[in-house]
């Protein structure tokens, strides 16, 4: 049964309160579920990619063209699915709670582990620059 407009409305507004509130359980909260799932679609994508180099075998030791492209394209479909949920589960993990807006925190309070590659070489070119002019 879905929940009315108001309750939406209430239920957005108990979950921006628990944020300001305890950021830290709010996060745990937050977070625990997508993990979860990421970790099962690494798990099932792993297994995937195992399948398809056996099917790829299987094919190739019998000589059945159609069956050695078909697990070619389960080992793909697995490597794929098997990075994608690798890399956002590293996002996932961010030891800083997620902005309630959704919006991503600037790069400044962002974790050295967790700030990309520009945002380093930006802050480098920053500080650079700044000693430089002193």
Not at 16 to 25: G, I, R, S, V
Not at 53 to 75: Q, W
Not at 104 to 114: D, E, G, K, L
Request: charged share 25%.
């Amino acid at each position: 049964m879905p929940l009315s407009e108001e309750e939406q409305r209430l239920l957005e507004q108990m979950e921006h309160a628990l944020a300001t509130e305890d950021p830290k359980f709010a996060s745990a909260l937050r977070g625990s579920n997508l993990r979860a799932r990421l970790r099962r679609t690494a798990i099932v994508s792993a297994l995937a990619f195992v399948a398809g180099v056996a099917v790829l075998m299987f094919g190739v030791v019998l000589e059945l063209t159609v069956v050695g492209v078909v697990g070619f394209c389960m080992m793909l479909a697995g490597a794929y699915f098997f990075a994608t949920s690798w890399r956002q589960g590293g996002e996932v993990g961010a030891d800083e709670p997620a902005e309630p807006s959704g919006q991503q925190p600037r790069a400044s309070a962002r974790s050295p582990r967790q700030s990309s590659f520009m945002d380093r070489m930006e802050e480098r070119w920053r500080r650079r620059r700044d000693e430089g002019g002193n």
